[in-house]
């Protein structure tokens, strides 16, 4: 089990870019999120999903799109990037609400 | 709204030593969760330890355990026999129980306390 991936790494946006961080899991869960975490601050959620085709904001959604087309992937979309946007995101899945397992985050700049 | 409290921004222990980390919390629900993750320089989240609030018991992971007390809403953790790789942030995190009819939405964090361990 790969657990739950996210792909990249690390990337820099300039202001009004627009790309998808890629999240997937291979451990058949229902329930995936999206967290963003600032400096010297705890984890933010942003989008979750209860199964495919079901989604619904989180606390911080604004300048983000998800979508959830397969139980396995959980893409999260920013439209126009902006320098407040600038963060490590970080997706998680879970069976059935309770405990949550995590990916290695992605950093994103904006610059 | 649920709020999670940790008041120790940083923590210092020496090795071998016995270190408690703070947590407070505020809800009104009866039935949710509690954990304690564990973020390492590599920045990935690992769980180290989770409490159901109907369980009146202590959970407990080897050197790792907690104190909670549901009516003060006091989620503590122990660290024993501190170790060089326990240095990391530690983060305390709630959830409503989606059993008691709580929603499906995410883990709500506290700021994280920073652990030092001192060789």
């Known amino acids: 089990n790969a657990g739950v991936t996210q792909t990249p790494k690390f990337r820099i946006l300039k202001i009004g870019q627009s790309m998808t961080l890629q999240c997937a899991q291979d451990m058949n869960h229902n329930y995936m999120y999206w967290y963003r975490q600032d400096p010297g601050m705890g984890l933010k959620l942003i989008y979750y999903s209860v199964g495919a085709g079901i989604t619904d904001k989180g606390e911080v959604p604004n300048g983000y799109n998800v979508s959830r087309s397969t139980t396995e992937d959980f893409p999260l979309r920013l439209e126009l990037a902006a320098p407040s946007q600038t963060s490590v995101y970080f997706c998680?899945?879970?069976?059935?609400?309770?405990?949550?397992?995590f990916g290695p985050g992605t950093r994103l700049t904006v610059l | 709204a649920q709020t999670v409290t940790q008041s120790q921004p940083e923590m210092s222990v020496q090795e071998a030593e016995t270190v408690t980390l703070s947590c407070t919390y505020d809800t009104s629900e009866s039935d949710y969760y509690l954990f304690w993750y564990k973020q390492p320089p590599s920045r990935q989240m690992i769980l180290v330890i989770r409490q159901e609030a109907y369980k009146q018991q202590n959970a407990t992971e080897n050197r790792f355990s907690v104190n909670f007390q549901k009516a003060a809403k006091s989620f503590s953790l122990k660290i024993s026999d501190s170790q060089l790789g326990d240095a990391a942030m530690y983060f305390c995190?709630?959830?409503?129980?989606?059993?008691?009819?709580?929603?499906?939405?995410?883990?709500?964090f506290g700021k994280g306390t920073h652990l030092i361990i001192q060789p």
């Open positions: 998680a899945s879970s069976y059935a609400g309770d405990t949550q397992y």
């Open positions: 995190a709630y959830r409503v129980s989606v059993y008691s009819g709580g929603g499906a939405d995410g883990l709500t």
